[in-house]
């Protein structure tokens, strides 16, 4: 993997040092989540369905912080990690839930404890969720999400990602961080800021991506990885999904749609849609951009993006989904034609 020159490597190490000295994170979550650990020897972590960077990168850096006290932990996810997310995993494995017993063959499930990472709703993790309920298991979230709840929730949204958390939490633990540590953690927030972009980056954020970023990684080669790392058919998958885009600029919203009949004969890897809604969003006077796309069993999911102030997290919550105010998500249990039309008119209604 690229490494940073080692002339800007010292600038990093040099200003991180003399910056993080006093640096002392005091938020609540950090507390409760650090009650869940000590309380527990063994653990078992996850992300949601269709596991993002941000998932992955939070799983992987609390992994080592979790090793590194002494615990037992494996990581199980719902499917395999998307191919382009690999090099965040430098060697760790990560489970399937089809392999649920071999993953938990050493460890006494009786004193295990679940950590849902990124997310806050069980049912999210899909076939995982099952396996929790049948093995009768405890688990808390760790996420940074706006999510109404108490006890088990051990959320704050102010951190613009989940990594950002976890990197709060190994200074509120003092564990140092390390090289893997920081590639997964830097993944996570380039990915769930939009590369610094999105409204919830601070100086947190940057403070964190700073420290990360002295390990000397590569913040080209993980951009490249994360969004430019798509197979060639890619170019005829946008053909596909512009020549049935929906734009309408009097009420500025654009509306794509994925079609189960897109993606045939193409090889698009484990992410194919990844990024595209940001594509959609990116033109002047466009407020909303929305991309639906036809689940295998016919139904529609949707990933929302939108500018400024507009909350496209309240759009989602009328389906039941959720997320950021500027990135969220929904799912329709309906016909992807007719669920097409419901979500077209709350859209249009939504910009009224």
């Not at 995993?89 to 849902?116: C, G, P, R, S, Y």
């Not at 929302?304 to 039941?320: E, P, Q």
């Not at 998500?329 to 419901?342: E, P, S, V």
């Amino acid at each position: 993997m690229n490494k940073i020159d080692s002339g800007i490597a010292k600038i990093n190490q040099k200003y991180t040092k003399q910056i993080l000295t006093d640096y002392k994170p005091d938020t609540p979550v950090l507390k409760k989540v650090a009650a869940y650990i000590n309380k527990y020897p063994s653990f078992i972590i996850t992300t949601h369905a269709g596991a993002d960077p941000d998932g992955v990168g939070s799983e992987i850096a609390i992994y080592h912080l979790l090793k590194k006290m002494g615990k037992k932990v494996v990581i199980i996810n719902n499917e395999k990690v998307p191919g382009n997310y690999q090099f965040m995993l430098d060697n760790v494995k990560i489970f399937t839930v089809d392999e649920w017993d071999l993953a938990t063959k050493n460890i006494d499930l009786k004193k295990t404890f679940v950590l849902l990472m990124d997310f806050s709703e069980m049912h999210r993790s899909e076939k995982f969720s099952t396996l929790v309920k049948i093995n009768k298991l405890k688990y808390a979230t760790i996420d940074h999400h706006n999510f109404k709840g108490t006890g088990f929730i051990c959320n704050d949204t102010n951190y613009s990602a989940t990594s950002e958390l976890i990197w709060d939490l190994f200074h509120y633990l003092n564990i140092k961080i390390t090289r893997p540590v920081a590639l997964a953690l830097y993944s996570g927030i380039i990915a769930d800021t939009g590369n610094f972009r999105f409204s919830k980056t601070t100086f947190r954020t940057h403070l964190a991506a700073g420290e990360l970023l002295s390990f000397q990684i590569s913040s080209d080669f993980i951009y490249r990885k994360l969004f430019e790392s798509a197979p060639p058919d890619r170019i005829i998958f946008l053909k596909r999904i512009l020549a049935k885009t929906v734009l309408n600029k009097e009420k500025g919203y654009v509306a794509g749609f994925i079609f189960k009949t897109m993606f045939n004969k193409l090889k698009l890897g484990d992410t194919p849609s990844d990024g595209i809604v940001n594509l959609l969003l990116a033109a002047d006077g466009i407020k909303i951009a929305a991309l639906m796309t036809e689940t295998p069993e016919g139904f529609l999911k949707c990933s929302l993006r939108s500018i400024d102030d507009i909350d496209v997290s309240k759009l989602a919550g009328k389906f039941g989904g959720g997320g950021h105010k500027n990135a969220s998500g929904l799912f329709i249990a309906k016909k992807f034609k007719d669920a097409q039309l419901i979500l077209l008119k709350e859209l249009e209604d939504f910009l009224t």
